[in-house]
């Protein structure tokens, strides 16, 4: 009774760090600085793509965020503000002493559109893909189908974004709201702002903080805050690209090969990036070094598997109510370890306590598994052949 009563209420997350440290800069020397703001705006972002921040918290934190943007970077005067917009929809022309600008807009629920293709866009974003199956001819074939109902003809939609008419990318987000609904997505657009970094080109704040992630994970700390400093998000989208294909392929093998074990209270699956590896890149895969190629080391990444997690929950659209149960993803990271990651079942755009990290800690560490520094998921590394206790400890804390 007194460890159900002491883990009953969870653990939850406060508003962003970013958020806090920005309002306590107000009335500072820094507070009119358009670097601290673009920084709250990226921290921000990136609790939403970890799903540690609801849409409508992040909504709000938007509309305060906007009120100190407006007073940075009021309109010109002679300027509309209906054409204040995204330059790659083809409306705005942003001129190279419009540098760091910072704008408010609102943006599709899809990731790297306007550098990827729409296509690829769409077929990433974590929002079509919790109501989509798009691992299924299916589901593939209803995105299809809702590019065709816009009018955009799937040879265009897999160009390069630049290639696609002006037309279609100035009515597009309107054609995605209006036919969204008929496939489930009826809110496909959200609160954004975007920062101008060169003429005709921008980033978004959530992209940036895709590309953040991205850099911490293969560089560290250094390159992660030359993204934030001189734009240098660029170097990031190639690995963040191929991270994504990756996580979609392997996602998609894992859900077809029905490899998710169900018991009374979690789910868990098995990741073998690397069944023998060799004792030269034994050290590397821990580390997610980015020094070896291929799918083997990229999976092995804290990022890649919590983008993987994350994946899983959104694309399992039976996992709710009381199907809603934690998934554990048991990473192979040597011959003699695993890399044990917990991820919380709950919609798309939803956050909820967490009622179940402290129990697999203390599972973790009632078989000798210890907790690993990563920069966002909770993970512990078990040894191999205690893996087994490990899930049985599980389910006797849980069922307790």
């Known amino acids: 009774h007194k460890i159900r009563s002491h883990y009953a209420p969870g653990h939850c997350h406060g508003p962003p760090t970013s958020h806090l440290l920005f309002t306590l800069a107000l009335g500072s020397r820094f507070d009119s600085s358009p670097s601290l703001l673009w920084w709250t705006l990226v921290g921000t972002a990136s609790q939403l793509n970890l799903s540690l921040l609801s849409s409508s918290d992040f909504s709000i934190l938007s509309i305060i965020h906007e009120t100190h943007r407006a007073k940075l970077f009021p309109l010109p005067p002679n300027l509309d503000p209906a054409n204040v917009v995204m330059s790659s929809d083809g409306q705005t022309q942003i001129s190279t002493s419009s540098h760091g600008t910072i704008l408010k807009d609102t943006r599709l629920r899809a990731p790297l559109t306007g550098t990827w293709p729409l296509w690829d866009s769409l077929y990433h974003s974590p929002y079509v893909t919790s109501v989509l199956p798009l691992h299924t001819s299916a589901g593939e074939a209803k995105l299809k189908e809702l590019l065709a109902k816009c009018g955009v003809p799937l040879e265009q939609a897999k160009q ?18 209006t036919n969204g609904p008929d496939y489930g ?17 921008s980033i978004s ?7 953040l992630q991205s850099a911490l994970d293969c560089s560290g700390p250094s390159h992660a805050y030359d993204v934030l400093s001189d734009e240098s998000y660029v170097k990031s989208l190639p690995t963040l690209r191929s991270s994504m294909q990756l996580v979609l392929s392997a996602g998609s093998r894992i859900l077809e090969k029905q490899a998710i074990t169900t018991y009374k209270h979690f789910r868990f699956c098995y990741l073998h990036p690397e069944r023998t590896p060799s004792p030269s890149s034994v050290a590397a895969l821990k580390q997610g070094a980015s020094g070896l190629t291929g799918e083997t080391v990229a999976l092995a990444r804290p990022q890649v598997v919590g983008m993987l997690g994350r994946w899983l929950v959104r694309s399992s659209k039976a996992w709710k109510g009381r199907k809603a149960k934690p998934l554990l993803v048991l990473t192979l990271i040597d011959e003699k370890t695993y890399r044990v990651t917990h991820f919380n079942c709950v919609p798309e755009g939803e956050v909820a306590n967490n009622r179940f990290l402290k129990r697999f800690q203390m599972a973790a560490e009632q078989v000798g598994g210890k907790r690993e520094k990563v920069w966002d998921d909770q993970c512990w590394e078990v040894e191999k052949d205690k893996i087994g206790s490990f899930l049985g400890q599980v389910h006797l804390i849980l069922e307790q």
Do not use: H, M
């Open 160 to 177: 390069p974004y630049s290639y696609l008419p002006v037309a279609v990318r100035r009515s597009l987000k309107d054609l995605l709201t």
């Open 185 to 201: 997505l009826p809110d496909f657009l959200e609160p954004a702002f975007v920062r101008i970094i060169g003429y005709n080109t």
């Open 205 to 211: 704040s959530t992209d940036a903080a895709l590309c």
